[in-house]
Nanobody, 115 residues
Framework: QVRLVESGGGLVQAGGSLRLSCSVS????????MAWYRQAPGKEREWVAW???????NYADSAKGRFTISRDNAKNIVYLKMDNLKPEDTAVYYC?????????WGQGTQVTVAS
């Protein structure tokens, strides 16, 4: 059973930083691609960042230069470090992976950036 549990969200002032964590069970993060998405109020869910099993990473334009996706193989956790946060980064952030053509999602963690 694949399970993803996000944590680390909260309220932060513009310009501040947060590190989100995605604790993973049921799969090995070093052997699969993992991604972060976000959904702001009234908007569709959008992709933010991706890390491959090879450690190749990719970012949405909105995240480039400010966000960093990484993983801890020993802890089986995927992180999203977010720096220089902006009010438009306010959203629920979700961890995601695909196994056997099925998408798995966590419950999300709220990030609120105050101006």
């Amino acid at each position: 059973q694949v399970r993803l549990v996000e944590s680390g969200g909260g309220l932060v002032q513009a310009g501040g930083s947060l590190r989100l964590s995605c604790s993973v069970s049921g799969i090995i993060v070093s052997m699969t691609a993992m991604a972060w998405y976000r959904q702001a109020p009234g908007k569709e869910r959008e992709w933010v960042a991706w890390i491959a099993s090879t450690l190749t990473t990719n970012y949405a334009d909105s995240a480039k230069g400010r966000f960093t996706i990484s993983r801890d193989n020993a802890k089986n956790i995927v992180y999203l470090k977010m720096d220089n946060l902006k009010p438009e980064d306010t959203a629920v952030y979700y961890c995601q992976t695909r196994v056997a053509e099925f998408d798995y999602w966590g419950q999300g963690t709220q990030v609120t950036v105050a101006s």
